[in-house]
Structure formats: structure tokens, C-alpha cells
């Protein structure tokens, strides 16, 4: 009899643990799943943006613009990167991350991979760059490939928080006599609760139960002996994900009250009266059990009502017995306000009944539903959750019981639509991009009848000059006034999309023939050149107008687009400001641009193509040479001289212009300590500096150290900058001139009076030199404004303490007048043409035995 009621209550609380424990691992597993749902969402958002513009790479600014909007509201993220197949991270959420090595990345070696998303293993440290990490700090790596015509590109990587995952598990460990691990397919330990250690190399590979886990099924139990204890084990593994989540509840604990009875009933079996007192006990024994198990079923109520998901518990019929506190927080509704009702209460409306149909045909045959559903809160707002319903079957296998677990994924799902949105459209003005455009260009080259297709190419002339001296900020603002006024120069059946930059088209399907589109690129040219004022300050910006006729059926999108393209080059070549048709011609533009580009890398890779021309610098007065401006000269492989007017931009757009500044700084000013070891007086060398140099290089501190290593003093170099420089917002272009101020440069300011600088940014820099840019030298004697103008420029500079240069003197008229206002420096081929080291050396020489150039005219 004793030996009965010992089986008997030993198996009701076997009983009692198993249905306890499956319950919680079923809980935990969903609430995994759905977190592992959420990153595979922005993962693949990510790839979505990374496969698009594979071929247009983002800049570092903006994809950890878009990886951060990816990561927020995501406390299960540390980071979200984006890592090259050779494991350097081009962009992540953590911007100290960027450009670096990632060392320890399993996924990196998976270059064939054919799965869509790749759990890593486990790595030390906190972010994945982190090379040193105290022990016990640990990331869960989680891969998604992106790829480029079937070729792996890179991967974007998640980076799973630990903590996390741990603080699912944590109260259930404190209150239970239960140990979690979320493990790999392949062994490899992820988390476990509590902790065992130091996880990185950590595996369970190879261990029983673990490699037969997922031989019979993807979840069930058994009993497993650890260490003389007794435990039973319970695991999951996810049907999507390569995860097993195991619970592990120790029966020997859970038995304690049990075992403890037992032992001591054994001693009370003696006589009747120990009988009956036996039975007492086992009575009141049996009543602290009972009031035990309802204290367990109590907290696994509570750890339910306090998870972060809403639970409901519905009968067989789908009525609601039981809600948590998250679902009322989630939709509104109070507990008494849905039990005894159905989930219907929730209905949007959004679902058609077979939606409902196939649910209920799943989870009535026993079977898990998973899926999305459009809710509505109980104030009307519409709600997206991620939604599992099981089905709990009673002992008698019959299904007695619905538990529905809901996520709430509005946020993630609007942050997925913004994603998609960007897709194909421009951040900065919601314009449609060069994506969404040839997807229009081609449905539109498509249709039948052989209808005409226009396109129009514009781009806004010297615009990245802007960028580059007044700041990013800045040149967005112009770009949305730009766009603004081309949405207002047309109408709504034309689209307008922006390429990239400061490019934009035009697709034009409607009543199109030549002259309607001339009329139209007239009227946008007019447009785009009214003059905009922004802080204080006023530009006159134009465009260069590209235009292409296409026939539908006849010709290729990117045929089109690459003939507008064309065409708003050779506008730009002509003189800017103007719109251009498209002809065969124009194919030698393209590639006279892309010859020029490289046959410029050929001759910074080579000796000999570039070489320096020295321009003397004559004192007004004396018609002494005092000092010379460095030219830059280019003779190409073929023989050709090629116009510095014509290289030097495709320097700057290239930013060859740094490398070849660098070059030319360090030549010239190692030729200036070799006249000075000749005894030649050259007293000064004139730099000319590019803005692109300014805002790209520290050429302060080159230009320092090369004077330095040559003890040439810094009173000896005048740099010169355009005047558009003066506007620049970029800290580094301030830093390089505030340095040379600073170390005693000479600073000239070239071309005054010819952009859309003011006096106040001449003031703010104080320069030492202004020079008169030749299109004013060649008006005197024949425009009296001109004059005027040159006056004014010598009282404002000698207001401001500068000296005074005039650039192209090439008659003694000029000269006389430039004399007679009180012009300090004088440069132009009537005194001078650009001369050869030796050429100069030999007009230096002459200077120093006392000789002067048209003497008579001094």
C-alpha cells in the first residue's frame, strides 16, 4: 500500500514538473522565434538597400544614417553593420566601427553560402571590432549575405546581445530550480542561464543528449542523469532558424518536498497508532504539496502575466479565459472586458474570411499557426503583431485549450515601409531615384505605337564648388529650393527624379516633339538661374541641360539616358548654362573626359608628362622680379599640350588634384633651396591652392614640413585661393587656413570680384595680397567700368593693409594705368611669360647683376 501511494504521488508530480517545464519552453521558444523574426526583418531591409546600390556606393554618413534608423527600438541589437567579403566594416551603427577588421567572424569563410541568414559563432567582446573584452563578454554574431549579379559583395551583421537573450531566462532561474541554453545546429553554445563560464570555444558537440536531439523531432523531453542528479530535459528547436533552445528543470529538487515525506513515513509505519498518525500526516503532508504545486502554477502565471508579449488563453471554442498585463497594455482592453468574448473584438476588418478559415483549420488539427494579423486597439488604432496560436491538448489527446502569444511589430513594419520607400526614392527630397526612374524609362520605352519618349539631363553648373566651400548643409538647402522650383516649372505628368548629387532628368511622355521640349529646357534654364539668397548671402546658380528623343519599341533605356547625359556635357563644354540636343558628335566628349582622366592618372604614375612653369612677379615700380607664381603644365604621352584649363577640373572632380598638388608643392619648393644655394634673390614662390586641396588634405601641415625640411621660412609662400574659398563652411578648409595664418603664409586671394563672395569674408581671412583677375586688366583704355572698378579694388585693398597684384598685363598702356592707380605687383606676358627653371633662373640672374626688363617704361 505504502509502495502505491509513493508511486502514485511521485508520478502525479513528475506529472505536475513536465507540464510546468513544456509550457515554459514553449513560451520561451516563441518569444525567441519572434526576436529572431525581427532581425531577419532588418537584415533584410538592409540587403534590399545594399543590392540596389552595390553599384552606387553609399556614402559612410548615409548608410549609418540608414543602419541606425534600422537598429532603433531594437534593445536585442548592440549593432548593425555592414562588413565587406574581406571582413572591413563599411558602415555600422557604432561610427568608431568604420573601416575597421572584424577578427573572429565565422561567417566571413562562408563566401559559398547559399542560406539566407548565418548564426556565427560566438566571439568575445561587446562590438564586432573589439578586440580586447573582459572575460564573460561575449556577441552573438548573426550574417546576412548580400550579393551583386550572383556575386557575394559582403554581409550585414547583426550583432545579438547576450544580455539580452539572458534576461528572458533570468526570472525564471531565480525562481525555479531550472537551468536554459540556447544553442547552434551544429553544438555551439549561444547563452546559457546561469552561466557557465567563459562561452567563446564553448561546445556541446559531440554530447549526449545533444547530437540525437533533433534525430526524432524538432522539440520533446527526457530524462538525463547529470551527475548523480536527476534532471529532465526539455528541447525546441525552431523549424525556421538553426536554434535549440533547452530547458533543463532539476527533478530531484522538484522532488525534494516528496522524497522528503516518503522518508520519514517510512519510521511512522509502526502499529495502529503510528497508522493513524501516519495517515495525518500523510494528509497534511499531502495538503503542503498541493498548496506547493499551486505556489508553482502561481509563479508560472506570474512569469506569463509579466512577459513582455501579450498571452491569451482561449477554451476549445475560441473564448477567451485568460488575458496577461501586456495585452491590456498593448490593445486597451481590460481583462473583464474580453473574457467571456471571442478575439474577434480585435478584428480590423483588413483580413477576408478564408484568412480566418485557414487559421482555424491549422490549429483545430493540432498544428501551430504562425503568422502576421492588422488588429485594432480599443481607440481604433491599427496594430500589426506577429501572432502564434498552439493548441494544448488534455491527457486524453483531445484539444482542450488556445494560447496565443502576440509581438507587436508596427514599428518595425513602419521602419521596413520607410526602408522600401528609400529604396526608390532620394532621402534628402523624396524625389523618385535613378532606380525608380529606369523602371519608368523602361515601362514607358515599352509600350506600343512607337510613341516618343523624352528625357532631360540636368545638371546644376559648379555646384560641388558650393559643397566644398559652403558646406554640405548648405548645398542641401539649394538643392531642395532647386528641386522645388523645377516641381513648380512643370506639370504633374512629367517625372521628375534626381540621379545622385546634383543631377537630375526629366521623362516626358506626353505630346513630345522637338520643339515643345526646346521650349521647356529654355524655361527651366530661365528658372534654375534666378539668383537665391540664403543667410545673407546671394548665388546666382545655373544649369546645364541635356535632352534625348527616344521611339518606344525602338530604344534601350540606358541608350537614352546615356545620349542625355551626353548631351548636358557638351552644354557644360559650350559654356554652361544652356541646354544641348542630343547628336552623334557628343560621343567625343564623353570620351575626350574619360581620356583626359586617364591619361592624367598615366602621368602622375610616370615621370615627365607634368613639369612647372614660374610666371615672374614684377614690382610695379622698379620692374624688379621679386618673387614667381607656379604653374602646372601637362604634355601628354602623345605629344600633345593639353590647356591646364581643361585638366585641371577633371583633377578636381577625380581628386587627383591632392595628389598632384602634394607633388607639385614638394618640387617647387625643393627648386626654390636650390636658387637660394645659387645665390639667385627669388623672394617668394605663389601657390595656387584648389578648394577641393583644402577641404580634402592637410596642407598646412605639408606644406610646414616641406618648407622646414628645406629651411625655407614660411615669409617666403603666398598661397593663393579663388575667392570662393572665403565662403567656405568646411572645418578643414578654416583649420588649413587659420595654420597657415598662423605659421606667417602669405594668403592672395585670385579672381576677386569675379564670384559671389563679400568684402566681409575678405575681412574675416585677413589677406595679405589681392590680385586683379585679367578680365578687368584688358578692359582699361577701353571700358571706363573696368577702371572704376580696378580703383576700387586698390582703395579696398589699401584699406585692408593688402597688396595689390594685376594678373595678364600684356600691353605698356595697361601698364601705365596700373602704375598710376597705385598697382604694388604687376604679372603679364608684356614683362614676362610663363619661363622654364632655367629660363627663370637666367631672368633672376640678370636681376641680380642689376639688369631690368622695359626699363623705359618704369
Given at each position: 500500500m505504502f509502495i502505491l501511494f509513493q508511486a502514485i504521488g511521485e508520478s502525479r508530480a513528475r506529472v505536475s514538473i513536465e507540464s510546468e517545464s513544456a509550457v515554459l519552453a514553449h513560451t520561451l521558444e516563441g518569444g525567441l522565434v519572434r526576436s529572431i523574426q525581427d532581425i531577419q526583418g532588418r537584415l533584410n531591409s538592409m540587403r534590399a538597400q545594399l543590392e540596389y546600390t552595390s553599384e552606387l556606393l553609399l556614402e559612410p554618413d548615409e548608410l549609418q544614417r540608414r543602419l541606425t534608423l534600422l537598429i532603433e527600438m531594437s534593445p536585442q541589437l548592440r549593432e548593425l553593420a555592414v562588413v565587406s567579403a574581406e571582413g572591413v566594416v563599411l558602415g555600422s551603427s557604432q561610427p568608431d566601427e568604420i573601416g575597421r577588421t572584424v577578427a573572429g567572424l565565422s561567417c566571413l569563410s562562408q563566401a559559398d553560402t547559399h542560406l539566407p541568414m548565418v548564426f556565427g559563432q560566438v566571439i568575445p567582446g561587446r562590438f564586432l571590432t573589439e578586440t580586447l573584452a573582459p572575460a564573460g563578454?561575449?556577441?552573438l554574431p548573426i550574417c546576412m549575405p548580400y550579393k551583386f549579379e550572383?556575386?557575394?559583395?559582403?554581409?550585414?551583421?547583426?550583432?545579438?546581445n547576450p544580455d539580452a537573450v539572458s534576461a528572458l531566462f533570468r526570472p525564471l532561474i531565480e525562481q525555479l530550480p531550472i537551468s536554459l541554453r540556447l544553442l547552434n545546429y551544429d553544438g555551439s553554445l549561444m547563452v546559457s542561464a546561469p552561466s557557465i563560464g567563459e562561452l567563446p570555444g564553448y561546445s556541446l558537440a559531440g554530447q549526449e543528449p545533444f547530437n540525437s536531439l533533433l534525430d526524432e523531432r524538432e522539440w520533446g523531453s527526457l530524462e538525463l542523469d547529470r551527475n548523480g542528479r536527476q534532471v529532465l530535459l526539455h528541447y525546441r528547436a525552431t523549424s525556421m532558424f538553426p536554434v535549440v533552445l533547452t530547458l533543463e528543470y532539476d527533478l530531484d529538487a522538484g522532488l525534494e518536498h516528496w522524497h522528503g515525506l516518503v522518508s520519514r513515513l517510512r519510521w511512522l509505519v509502526v502499529g495502529i497508532v503510528v497508522m493513524i498518525l501516519l495517515a495525518s500526516g500523510i494528509i497534511f503532508r499531502l495538503s503542503r504539496r498541493q498548496q506547493g504545486m499551486a505556489d508553482r502554477l502561481q509563479l508560472l502565471g506570474t512569469a506569463i502575466s509579466t512577459t513582455a508579449n501579450a498571452v491569451i488563453i482561449t477554451d476549445a471554442?475560441?473564448?477567451?479565459?485568460?488575458?496577461?498585463?501586456?495585452?491590456?497594455?498593448?490593445?486597451?482592453?481590460?481583462?473583464?472586458?474580453?473574457?467571456?468574448?471571442?478575439?474577434?473584438?480585435?478584428?480590423?476588418g483588413e483580413h477576408p474570411k478564408a484568412f480566418f478559415n485557414d487559421l482555424w483549420q491549422t490549429i483545430t488539427q493540432g498544428r501551430v499557426w504562425r503568422g502576421e494579423v492588422v488588429n485594432r486597439t480599443r481607440s481604433g488604432a491599427r496594430l500589426i503583431v506577429d501572432q502564434t496560436i498552439t493548441p494544448i491538448c488534455s491527457e486524453n489527446s483531445l484539444?482542450?485549450?488556445?494560447?496565443?502569444?502576440h509581438e507587436d511589430v508596427t514599428a518595425r513594419r513602419e521602419a521596413e515601409q520607410r526602408a522600401l520607400f528609400l529604396a526608390f526614392h532620394d532621402q534628402l527630397t523624396e524625389l523618385p531615384n535613378r532606380r525608380r526612374l529606369s523602371e519608368k524609362l523602361a515601362e514607358a520605352?515599352?509600350?506600343p505605337g512607337e510613341q516618343k519618349v523624352g528625357l532631360l539631363y540636368i545638371d546644376l553648373d559648379n555646384f560641388k564648388t558650393v559643397n566644398d566651400t559652403l558646406g554640405h548643409s548648405m548645398g542641401d538647402e539649394l538643392l531642395v529650393i532647386t528641386v522645388r522650383r523645377l516641381i513648380n516649372a512643370v506639370t504633374e505628368d512629367i517625372c521628375l527624379a534626381r540621379l545622385g548629387g546634383d543631377e537630375f532628368a526629366m521623362l516626358v511622355t506626353k505630346d513630345v516633339d522637338t520643339q515643345w521640349l526646346e521650349e521647356l529646357a529654355i524655361?527651366?534654364?530661365?528658372?534654375?538661374?534666378?539668383?537665391?539668397?540664403?543667410n545673407g548671402t546671394r548665388f546666382q546658380l545655373s544649369a546645364s541641360i541635356g535632352l534625348a528623343i527616344g521611339i518606344s519599341g525602338d530604344t534601350e533605356p540606358a541608350t537614352l539616358l546615356r545620349q542625355a547625359d551626353l548631351a548636358m556635357y557638351k552644354a557644360k563644354h559650350d559654356g554652361r548654362n544652356q541646354y544641348r540636343f542630343f547628336d552623334v558628335k557628343m560621343d567625343y566628349l564623353m570620351r575626350r573626359r574619360v581620356e583626359l582622366e586617364q591619361g592624367l592618372r598615366a602621368a602622375m604614375a610616370g615621370e615627365g608628362e607634368l613639369s612647372m612653369r614660374y610666371q615672374p612677379i614684377f614690382d610695379a615700380a622698379t620692374l624688379k622680379p621679386l618673387g614667381v607664381e607656379v604653374l602646372i603644365r601637362w604634355q601628354s604621352e602623345s605629344g600633345e599640350w593639353v590647356s591646364p584649363a581643361e585638366f585641371i577640373p577633371v583633377a578636381e572632380e577625380s581628386g587627383m588634384i591632392v595628389q598632384i598638388g602634394a607633388w607639385q608643392m614638394e618640387e617647387v619648393i625643393g627648386q626654390l633651396a636650390t636658387w637660394d644655394k645659387q645665390g639667385l634673390e627669388v623672394g617668394y614662390l605663389s601657390l595656387n591652392v584648389s578648394a577641393v586641396q583644402l577641404a580634402r588634405d592637410d596642407i598646412a601641415g605639408r606644406l610646414l614640413r616641406a618648407l622646414a625640411r628645406h629651411h625655407i621660412g614660411t615669409d617666403r609662400i603666398v598661397v593663393e585661393i579663388t575667392e570662393t574659398t572665403l565662403m567656405s563652411k568646411s572645418l578643414l578648409v578654416k583649420s588649413n587656413l587659420a595654420a597657415l595664418e598662423a605659421a606667417g603664409v602669405f594668403v592672395s586671394v585670385d579672381d576677386f570680384g569675379t564670384g559671389y563672395s563679400s568684402m566681409s569674408y575678405l575681412k574675416e581671412l585677413q589677406a595679405d595680397y589681392l590680385k586683379i583677375d585679367r578680365s578687368f586688366v584688358i578692359g582699361i583704355g577701353k571700358n571706363r567700368s573696368d577702371e572704376e572698378i580696378i580703383h576700387a579694388m586698390i582703395a579696398l585693398a589699401r584699406s585692408l593693409q593688402m597688396k595689390v597684384v594685376a594678373e595678364g598685363v600684356d600691353d605698356a598702356a595697361q601698364l601705365r594705368f596700373l602704375q598710376s592707380a597705385g598697382c604694388d605687383l604687376i604679372q603679364g606676358f608684356l614683362l614676362s611669360k610663363p619661363l622654364t627653371v632655367l629660363e627663370a633662373g637666367a631672368l633672376f640672374d640678370s636681376a641680380r647683376r642689376g639688369l631690368t626688363v622695359l626699363a623705359g617704361y618704369g
Open positions: 563578454i561575449y556577441q550572383g556575386a557575394l559583395r559582403g554581409w550585414i551583421v547583426a550583432v545579438w471554442k475560441g473564448v477567451v479565459q485568460w488575458v496577461n498585463r501586456a495585452f491590456t497594455l498593448l490593445t486597451g482592453y481590460e481583462p473583464e472586458q474580453v473574457v467571456g468574448r471571442t478575439p474577434a473584438i480585435l478584428n480590423s484539444i482542450d485549450h488556445y494560447v496565443a502569444v520605352l515599352q509600350a524655361r527651366l534654364v530661365k528658372v534654375l538661374a534666378q539668383p537665391v539668397e540664403l
